[in-house]
């Protein structure tokens, strides 16, 4: 398994910004797909976005044309770009790693087996 570290959450306004880093603590094979998830109590877990090897990225209709993913190759480290920000985006955020060389790069939580450990986000109306 491989440690995922990530950072960058925080306390913002609505129609404010943040950008979520995730990187890895030890060895990531850099073909794997990699995703960020939310989770809140009443909500439970969502995927957000992911992006496979390819570039090839998906994201969850609630938040298309807000939230950007990337992937920086040479460190490894994925990013999660959110713009125009809103109170219900409040949430932990995780970021994930599939095992496996596949394309695939689903949403599906299942399809993932290491995971960090989180980082708040919190936006205030």
């Known amino acids: 398994q491989v440690q995922l570290v990530e950072s960058g959450g925080g306390s913002v306004q609505a129609g404010g910004s943040l950008r979520l880093s995730c990187a890895p603590a030890?060895?990531?094979?850099?073909?794997?797909?990699m995703a960020w998830f939310r989770q809140t109590p009443s909500a439970g877990r969502e995927g957000v976005a992911a992006?496979?090897?390819?570039?090839?990225?998906a994201y969850a209709s609630s938040v298309k044309g807000r939230f950007t993913i990337s992937r920086e190759p040479v460190r490894n480290t994925l990013y999660l770009q959110m713009d125009s920000l809103k109170p219900e985006d409040t949430a932990m955020y995780y970021c994930?790693?599939?095992?496996?060389?596949?394309?695939?790069?689903?949403?599906?939580?299942?399809?993932?087996?290491?995971w960090g450990q989180g980082t708040q986000v919190t936006v205030s109306s």
């Open positions: 030890g060895y990531l094979d850099s073909r794997v797909s």
């Open positions: 994930a790693a599939a095992s496996g060389s596949n394309t695939r790069y689903t949403l599906d939580s299942s399809d993932y087996t290491d």
């Open positions: 992006i496979n090897r390819r570039g090839n990225t």
